[in-house]
């Protein structure tokens, strides 16, 4: 069970399918609102998937944060190279995944951390 956090929704249907034709259950939510209510009407997930840059300056840190979800496994994805978010995420205790993903790395991530 995975919750995709992601505002761009080419990338969130393309993931999910991805996703799901490994198997996987997927959820998603494209903002803090559509997680909060993920969270009040699904069981919690395994592992979610967030995107670094989110809408209106907001990051995926910064939601996982308020949504009081940050004890749970996650990845997370940008495209930005930039050292300094590379460091926020690291320091969050996150793994990082550069976009575009890479289906092998993104497998190899997903077994590590679920397991």
């Known amino acids: 069970r995975i919750w995709l956090i992601y505002t761009d929704k ?18 998603t939510a494209t903002n803090l609102a559509e997680l909060e209510q993920l969270k009040a009407s699904a ?21 996982l944060n308020k949504a009081l979800l940050t004890n749970l496994p996650v990845i997370v994805n940008t495209a930005n190279h930039d ?3 590379r460091e926020q995420v690291l320091d969050a205790g996150y793994p990082l995944l550069y976009k575009p993903l890479k289906a092998p790395a993104l497998k190899r991530m997903i077994k590590r951390l679920t397991k």
């Open 83 to 85: 050292e300094s978010i």
């Open 43 to 63: 069981a919690l997930p395994q592992l979610l998937i967030i995107d670094y840059q989110l809408d209106d300056g907001v990051t995926g840190l910064e939601v």
């Open 10 to 27: 080419n990338v969130l249907d393309a993931l999910k399918q991805r996703l799901q034709n490994w198997g996987c259950e997927i959820a």
